[in-house]
C-alpha cells in the first residue's frame, strides 16, 4: 500500500468522525425541538450536542494534525472549554427554569425538589419577617 | 510515590469510565429522541452524597451533567443533598446507588 | 471524496441551527430560549471548526475559542437574570442563595 494511499484513508476517517459528530448534532436539536418541557429539551442540547462537538472537534484536530501537519492547541483548548462550560451553563439554565416557575411535563412521575424549594422559600419568608 | 501511581490510577480509571458513561447514555438518549412515540418517565430523584469538599462535589455534579440522561438541578445549602433531573427513572433508589456506586466511588479514590 | 463529506457535515449543522432557531422563536420560556440559544453558539463553533479545515486555514480557529467563551457568559448571564432579576448581586452576606 502506497502511502500517498494511506493519506487517503486517513483523511477519509476523519471527515467521517466529523460527519459522526454532525449528525449527533442534528439528531439533538430534532431533541431539542420535539421533547415536551425545558428540562427534556436541555438534556438533548446541552448534552448531545457535547459529543457531537467532541467528535467534530477531534475531527478537526486530527485533520488539521496528520493533513496539514499543523498541531493545533486551539482546538484542543475549544474541546476543553467546551467540555468545563457547557454542564455549567445547562445546570445553570435548568435551575433558573425550575425556580422562575417552568412546570415540568405532566408525564413526569416524581419531584423530590418542590419539597426543598418550598421549605427554602418558607425560611426566607421566615427571615424576613424577623428582620423587619 | 506509590501514592502517586496509584492516584494516576484513579484519575485514569475516572476518565475511563466518564467515557464509557457518555457514549452508552448519549445512545439511549439518541434512542429515545429517534423513538415516533415518546416513551419516557422524567423526574427529580434526590442524591444524598458523602463527598464532602467543593471540589469533589463540584467535579461529581459536573459528571452527572455531563452524562445524557442526568442532570443536576441544584445542589441543597449543605451540599449535602444533590437534585437531579433524570430522563427515564424506572427505579428511582436505583437509578441513586447506580450513580452513587461509579461516579462517587471513583471521585473518592481520586481526592482520598 | 472528504471535501464532500466536510460539506455535507457543513449542511447538517446549518440544518441543525435551523431547528435550534425554530425552537429559539418559538419557546414557550424564556429558558427554552436561552437553551436554544446556546445549543446554536455551540453548533457555530463546531461549523467553524469545519470551515476552517475545509477551506484549508487555520486562521478560523481563533474564532472557535472567542465564541465558546461570549456563549458561555451569555447563557451564564441570561440564566442569572431569569432566575433573580439581576446579573451581578451583592448580598450584604455574600451569599448568592
Known amino acids: 500500500m502506497s502511502l500517498e494511499m494511506m493519506e487517503q484513508i486517513i483523511e477519509v476517517v476523519f471527515a467521517i468522525l466529523i460527519l459522526l459528530g454532525a449528525v449527533i448534532a442534528v439528531i439533538s436539536v430534532l431533541g431539542l425541538i420535539r421533547l415536551p418541557d425545558v428540562y427534556l429539551r436541555s438534556h438533548a442540547a446541552t448534552k448531545s450536542a457535547t459529543l457531537g462537538v467532541l467528535l467534530i472537534l477531534l475531527g478537526a484536530f486530527f485533520y488539521t494534525w496528520f493533513v496539514h501537519d499543523f498541531f493545533s492547541i486551539k482546538l484542543l483548548l475549544g474541546i476543553l472549554f467546551v467540555f468545563i462550560t457547557s454542564p455549567v451553563a445547562g445546570h445553570l439554565n435548568a435551575r433558573a427554569a425550575y425556580r422562575s416557575g417552568v412546570a415540568l411535563w405532566k408525564g413526569s412521575v416524581r419531584d423530590d425538589f418542590r419539597e426543598a424549594i418550598k421549605q427554602e422559600r418558607q425560611l426566607e419568608i421566615e427571615e424576613i419577617k424577623n428582620r423587619n | ?112 | ?97
Open chain 2, 1 to 112: 510515590m506509590m501514592r502517586m501511581i496509584r492516584k494516576t490510577g484513579a484519575v485514569l480509571r475516572l476518565i475511563a469510565m466518564f467515557n464509557k458513561e457518555l457514549l452508552m447514555s448519549s445512545v439511549t438518549v439518541l434512542r429515545e429522541v429517534l423513538r415516533p412515540r415518546l416513551n419516557i418517565r422524567p423526574g427529580i430523584i434526590k442524591l444524598d452524597t458523602e463527598l464532602r469538599s467543593d471540589f469533589e462535589i463540584t467535579l461529581l455534579s459536573i459528571l452527572i451533567c455531563l452524562t445524557p440522561g442526568t442532570l443536576t438541578l441544584d445542589v441543597s445549602g449543605d451540599g449535602k443533598t444533590l437534585y437531579i433531573h433524570a430522563m427515564d427513572i424506572n427505579d428511582p433508589d436505583e437509578l441513586a446507588a447506580q450513580i452513587k456506586g461509579s461516579f462517587e466511588r471513583a471521585i473518592m479514590e481520586v481526592t482520598r
Open chain 3, 1 to 97: 471524496m472528504t471535501t464532500t463529506l466536510l460539506w455535507v457535515s457543513l449542511i447538517l449543522l446549518s440544518l441543525a441551527i435551523l431547528g435550534a432557531l425554530y425552537r429559539l422563536l418559538k419557546g414557550p420560556s424564556i429558558a427554552d430560549r436561552i437553551a436554544a440559544l446556546d445549543t446554536i453558539g455551540i453548533l457555530l463553533l463546531s461549523m467553524i471548526a469545519v470551515l476552517g479545515i475545509t477551506t484549508g486555514t487555520r486562521a478560523y480557529f481563533d474564532i472557535i475559542l472567542v465564541i465558546g467563551i461570549l456563549t458561555f457568559i451569555g447563557t451564564t448571564a441570561m440564566a442569572r437574570y431569569i432566575e433573580r432579576g439581576v446579573v451581578l448581586e451583592s448580598g450584604d452576606d455574600g451569599t448568592n442563595h
